[in-house]
């Protein structure tokens, strides 16, 4: 009996020495790794940095989902249901901050600050707004005694709270009486009316007091905000605005509105798989690339030897050659065309799908009932594949507000034709202004989150994650 226990003793021993052994050899192999790229990114030898960064890069994670995968393995069965996932899951949330997250937060700090993100904008005169008399009534108001006994008072009714709902929990298990509910109730009640009396007291005079100070103070002199004011205030910045939208509404609506029409009808013809080819090969070309194809169709010279698609047939047809880029507002025009040619295919594909599943019986019984083929179309198939639609917008939307290939390709943004992620560019890398390229890049971000997360929430009713 001694002589198992012992065993047992060793075994546990050993798993555990291995476990530590494996949890250094993790943190060895990543903390080596960063060593030597950095001595080889030091030395130049870029090729041979890049193949031992793959090298490296692939073996390193292969043995640190191996390795921590074992040690989880090997803990209580409790605590392995409980981190296992998450030594799959962390990773890629860690990326996802590490690569996302903490770039976006430090864009952020950067567009507060001057053109070299060194130095914070009338942060002296921000401070003074702070400190000065209008708001010590604020001050007082939440360094008084009722602030204190009301910080008290909520803590109190946090854990009461629990409590409660710990004590209903159990009388939903236990089959309590209704008394013992009716107590549970009560004392909800009475948390209410605390709860009440703390926020006419004591919140809304606070907030009163701070709305009271805040105009007294003017929003021009939070010079903090200087580089949004230029965001939204400046007048070549709102020209990129409008084209940017003129971009989300013409571009988007064309591009799906001729992917969903060109799906239904090639649904309908024995050429369907090469009409569908000839539609989608633009998606493989890169929008660089097809800025590129289309400069040659757009091309002007103005000497009588044109060599623009466009200018030769209008010459041939007894026109005059136009600038096409450079007529304002139309150039604009021109340049959306291009991502209607790119788009129209990826929409056509995802709609065309879609199509697809919508059942033939129905189709039938609806031709039947005497239904034209309009009718179909639009009390139908639309309806039907409603989500499907909403997806690809979406998808377009963003596409269309970050657009920048195409114009700094075509136009450099000149002629009127500058958009938001252009814009961002010039600011940052032409005119070195990190505060003002951070700001226009916040705004970017802020607009296209709501369309990302209304498109997520589609793919996610139609169970797609």
């Known amino acids: 009996m001694e002589s198992e226990i012992t065993r047992k003793r060793r075994q546990k021993t050993v798993i555990h020495l291995k476990m530590i ?5 993790i943190v060895l192999l990543f903390y080596s790794g960063i060593k030597i790229l950095a001595m080889l990114d030091a030395s130049g030898q870029k090729l041979l940095t890049a193949g031992f960064a793959i090298v490296w890069g692939v073996s390193a994670v292969a043995f640190f989902y191996y390795g921590a995968n074992w040690i989880v393995e090997h803990l209580p069965q409790k605590w392995t249901a409980r981190i296992q996932p998450y030594i799959f899951v962390g990773p890629a949330i860690l990326i996802l901050i590490w690569a996302l997250a903490l770039p976006t937060l430090r864009t952020f700090i950067y567009s507060l600050k001057d053109a070299d993100a060194k130095d914070w904008i009338g942060l002296t005169d921000l401070t003074e707004k702070l400190t000065s008399e209008s708001l010590i009534p604020v001050f007082q108001k939440m360094t008084g005694g009722f602030w204190v006994l009301a910080v008290i008072a ?49 919140i809304i005079p606070t907030i009163k007091a701070f709305l009271d100070a805040a105009k007294q103070v003017n929003i021009k002199d939070l010079i903090l905000l200087e580089n949004y004011r230029f965001a939204f205030t400046d007048p070549q910045m709102l020209i990129v605005f409008r084209n940017n939208l003129l971009w989300v509404i ?4 064309f591009s799906v509105a001729l992917g969903l029409v060109i799906a239904v009808l090639a649904d309908r013809s024995r050429y369907e798989k090469v009409y569908k080819s000839i539609i989608f090969t633009p998606m493989a070309i890169s929008f660089v690339g097809a800025g590129v194809i289309w400069k040659f169709i757009y091309n002007y010279k103005g000497q009588g030897n044109e060599t623009g698609l466009l200018n030769a047939i209008i010459i041939a047809l007894g026109g005059q050659p136009q600038a096409w880029l450079q007529i304002p507002f139309w150039n604009n025009i ?17 709609l065309s799908s879609a199509i697809k599943g919508i059942s033939s019986e129905l189709l039938e019984a609806a031709r039947i009932d005497g239904a034209n083929e ?10 039907v594949i409603q989500g499907s639609i909403t997806a690809v917008t979406t998808t377009v939307v963003i596409f269309s507000l970050k657009t920048f290939d195409i114009v700094r ?8 034709t500058n958009v938001i992620a252009n814009e961002f560019f010039n600011q940052r890398f032409l005119y070195f202004n990190k505060g003002r390229a951070s700001a226009i890049a916040i705004v970017l971000l802020i607009m296209v989150v709501p369309v990302m997360i209304i498109n997520l929430r589609q793919f996610n009713e139609r169970k797609a994650f």
Do not use: H
């Open 409 to 416: 390709t075509m136009t450099g943004g000149q002629y009127g």
């Open 21 to 25: 052994a494996i949890a250094a050899a």
């Open 154 to 202: 909520i803590l109190i009714g946090i854990i009461y709270l629990f409590k409660v709902l710990k004590r209903r929990k159990q009388a939903e298990m236990n089959a309590e009486t209704s008394a013992d509910n009716f107590v549970s109730n009560k004392g909800l009640i009475w948390l209410m009316i605390a709860g009440t009396f703390v926020l006419m007291i004591l």
């Open 374 to 383: 309009f009718q179909i179309f639009f009390k139908i198939i639309i309806p």
């Open 250 to 253: 013409v571009g988007t609506f």
């Open 334 to 350: 021109f340049l959306i065309i291009i991502m209607i040619w790119l788009q129209t295919g990826y929409c056509m594909v995802i």
